[in-house]
Nanobody
Framework: QVQLVESGGGLVQAGGSLRLSCAAS????????MGWFRQAPGKEREFVAA????????RYADSVKGRFTISKDNAKNVVSLQMNSLKPEDTAVYYC??????????????????????WGQGTQVTVSS
């Protein structure tokens, strides 16, 4: 059973950078789509970025385009999120997630959190103004 563990969160000033990592305890299969989501206090969980494990196709939320970059290391089973030019509104708990079934059926890199069936425990990112 694959488990996801996030790391790299912390406190940073506005304009700064952080790099989040998500390590899978088992092998990430080629049909998986790996995503990052975030949830701020009092708000719903929202899509941030996703990457197809076999095609490298990526998707980003409009709010992070040009600032965040999702990447993967196939050999290490790690997906990362490089976050630059951070803003206070980026403050949230960031979750790594895997879509293991919907992507297999559709080959779509989805932004729908309901399609992701495996989640990490989350890591806090706080951006001070």
């Amino acid at each position: 059973q694959v488990q996801l563990v996030e790391s790299g969160g912390g406190l940073v000033q506005a304009g700064g950078s952080l790099r989040l990592s998500c390590a899978a305890s088992g092998r990430i299969l080629s049909n998986y789509v790996m995503g990052w989501f975030r949830q701020a206090p009092g708000k719903e969980r929202e899509f941030v970025a996703a990457i197809s494990w076999n095609t490298d196709i990526t998707r980003y939320a409009d709010s992070v385009k040009g600032r965040f970059t999702i990447s993967k290391d196939n050999a290490k089973n790690v997906v990362s999120l490089q976050m630059n030019s951070l803003k206070p509104e980026d403050t949230a708990v960031y979750y790594c997630a895997a879509d293991r079934r919907y992507a297999l059926l559709t080959r779509v890199v989805t932004t729908d959190a309901g399609r992701y069936d495996l989640w990490g425990q989350g890591t806090q990112v706080t951006v001070s103004s």
